[in-house]
């Protein structure tokens, strides 16, 4: 079935580090691609989505590109600040599809 | 503020109690869904529903009902809760299908004693 795997956490970076955070996937057909962020205490947000191959996703900084020919969606920032600080998510949904699959998720620390 | 509203935020309840989350949106969402979180075990989806009045389950429905009587209004039932239930539970909704991307609500903290 499909999946969606990402690098364990926890990440610690200093603050302007430059962050990434693997995640690759596994699935039947052309899903779209999504980077959801959780901050402490609160419900997941949608930070970037991208849905067909090459398509790059961006929003506050954080950029991923859609790779079919490697099935991945690494999600990258040049220069991280405290504010960052959450678990972040990578998940995938089919076209037309109920359902999203999420990876475990990966808790990123920054310090000041 | 447009969005998902869950409520209650924070519940502790004794085993063999019911309760019902009840989870509304403002966004003429036509898709609604129920997911717990856990230490280690990611989001698990629960239950879910692609317009009024349906409902079908997800990875782990045993021990929970739902209903969509009304196109913004998502409500997640416990009949007889379990410590096993303990979690914090997390409504989302989208406008289509799914891979429109979700909106979710803040969360409600159950602990079942």
């Known amino acids: 079935g499909d999946s969606v795997t990402q690098m364990e956490g926890p990440v610690t970076l200093s603050e302007e580090a430059f962050l990434t955070i693997n995640c690759t996937y596994t699935?039947?057909?052309?899903?779209?691609l999504f980077w959801y962020v959780q901050y402490p205490g609160e419900g997941l947000q949608l930070l970037l989505k991208?849905?067909?191959?090459?398509d790059k996703g961006s929003n506050k900084g954080f950029e991923a590109t859609y790779r079919k020919e490697t099935t991945s969606f690494h999600l990258e920032k040049g220069s991280v600040q405290v504010s960052d600080s959450a678990v972040y998510f990578c998940?995938?949904?089919?076209?037309?599809?109920?359902?999203?699959?999420f990876g475990a998720g990966t808790r990123l620390f920054v310090k000041a | 503020n447009a969005g998902v509203t869950q409520t209650p935020k924070f519940r502790v309840l004794k085993t063999g109690q019911s309760m019902t989350l009840l989870c509304a949106q403002d966004?003429?969402?036509?898709?609604m869904y129920w997911y717990r979180q856990d230490p280690g075990m990611g989001l698990r989806l629960i239950h879910y529903?692609?317009?009024?009045?349906?409902?079908a389950k997800g990875e782990v429905p045993d021990g929970y009902n739902v209903s969509r009587l009304k196109k913004q209004n998502f409500l997640l039932g416990l009949e007889s809760a379990a410590p096993s239930q303990t979690s914090v539970y997390f409504c989302?909704?989208?406008?289509?299908?799914?891979?429109?991307?979700?909106?979710f609500g803040s969360g409600t903290r159950l602990t079942v004693v």
């Open positions: 989302a909704s989208s406008s289509r299908g799914a891979d429109y991307g979700y909106t």
């Open positions: 699935a039947t057909g052309y899903p779209s």
């Open positions: 991208a849905t067909k191959a090459d």
């Open positions: 998940a995938l949904a089919n076209t037309g599809g109920f359902k999203t699959i």
């Open positions: 966004m003429n969402h036509e898709y």
């Open positions: 529903s692609v317009g009024e009045g349906t409902t």
